[in-house]
């Protein structure tokens, strides 16, 4: 995930905000002020989109503070283990089982007064 370093400005979208996964969206936290994409539509926190640029809407009569914004991603995970033996008549025998992996990532965003 990645975040602005600055500050951004009271009233106006601090961001950009980029999320990371090779799923395809993840999930995040509740968040002080809506998240948006780059035209102003609102993003859905159970299914935020990775790869793109999203923004909190900061309100013009927020206090300056800060947010931090927390990702969940979940998917499979493939283990594989090949067997084979030693000499004579054999098989080869792959075995493969799944479980679910779990990744957290996060990132704070802060707002200051307009100078």
Do not use: C, Y
């Amino acid at each position: 995930m990645s975040a602005p370093s600055e500050a951004g400005t009271v009233g106006q979208r601090v961001g950009p905000i980029r999320l990371s996964s090779t799923e395809g969206s993840v999930a995040l936290e509740p968040l002080p002020f809506p998240l948006v994409d780059a035209d102003g539509n609102p993003v859905d926190l159970t299914k935020a989109p990775v790869g793109v640029d999203l923004f909190l809407q900061v309100p013009a009569d927020a206090a300056p503070g800060s947010a931090v914004i927390r990702a969940t991603a979940e998917g499979s995970v493939l283990a594989r283990n090949l067997l084979v033996a030693d000499g004579g008549r054999t098989q080869t025998i792959v075995i493969v089982r799944s479980h679910v992996a779990q990744a957290k990532a996060e990132a704070t965003v802060a707002w200051k007064q307009a100078p």
